[in-house]
Structures are given as C-alpha cells and as structure tokens.
C-alpha cells in the first residue's frame, strides 16, 4: 500500500505565495513520475504540473513562469511553490503518483486527498 498526503494550503491574498508539499508513504520502491492537479469548483480536474524521477518537469500553461516544482527522492516528497497568485487558481490541489511498490513492485497510480487553496482579492 501507499499513500499521499498533501499539506500547505490555504487562503492567500491575490499576488501572494503558497507552498504545497506532498508526502508519500507506504511500501515504496521507487516513484517514477509525480505531480500536482487541480479541480475547481464545478470544474474538470486538471494536470498543474508533473516531475519525473530525472528531474524534468511539465507544467500547464496557465501556470508557467508561476508555479515551481521540485522533488526530494531520498524524502520521497514534491513540492509545489506558487507564486503570484491569482482567484483562477483557487482549487483543491491534489498530489498525484505513479509508484512501484512491494512486495511484488506493481506500479500503482495512487492520488492523495487533496489540500484547498483559496485565492483572494
């Protein structure tokens, strides 16, 4: 088994700063690619932004030059830094990954439960 758990949300102030973390725990073996989405309110879930295991990471274009993120592997956890805000990015965020785990290695895509980001004027 394997979870996610996300942490750093709140309410913010239009222009202001939140930094997301995302902490994954269980029988873990490795995880390959991890990210972050996003779903607002009477809205369809959306990729925020992804990072593989090398580092090289894929972000939405609404959020581009914005959001940041980044991954510590021996913590097993990423991290999402967002920057200049704005009431659009209000969403429950979740952390999303795709992990080989024990005892058989399967690879799992597994999601956490989400962390509410809202954004003010």
């Known amino acids: 088994q394997v979870q996610l758990v996300e942490s750093g949300g709140g309410l913010v102030q239009a222009g202001g700063s939140l930094r997301l973390s995302c902490a994954a725990s269980?029988?873990?073996?490795?995880?390959?690619?991890i990210g972050w989405y996003r779903q607002a309110p009477g809205k369809q879930r959306e990729l925020v932004a992804t990072?593989?295991?090398?580092?090289?990471?894929n972000y939405n274009d609404s959020v581009k030059g914005r959001f940041t993120i980044s991954r510590d592997n021996a913590e097993s956890t990423v991290s999402l830094q967002m920057n200049s805000l704005k009431p659009e990015d209000t969403a429950v965020y979740y952390c999303?990954?795709?992990?080989?785990?024990?005892?058989?290695?399967?690879?799992?895509?597994?999601w956490g439960q989400g962390t509410l980001v809202i954004v003010s004027l």
């Open positions: 999303n990954a795709e992990a080989a785990v024990g005892p058989a290695f399967r690879l799992l895509n597994v």
């Open positions: 269980g029988s873990i073996f490795s995880i390959n690619t």
């Open positions: 990072i593989g295991l090398g580092g090289s990471s």
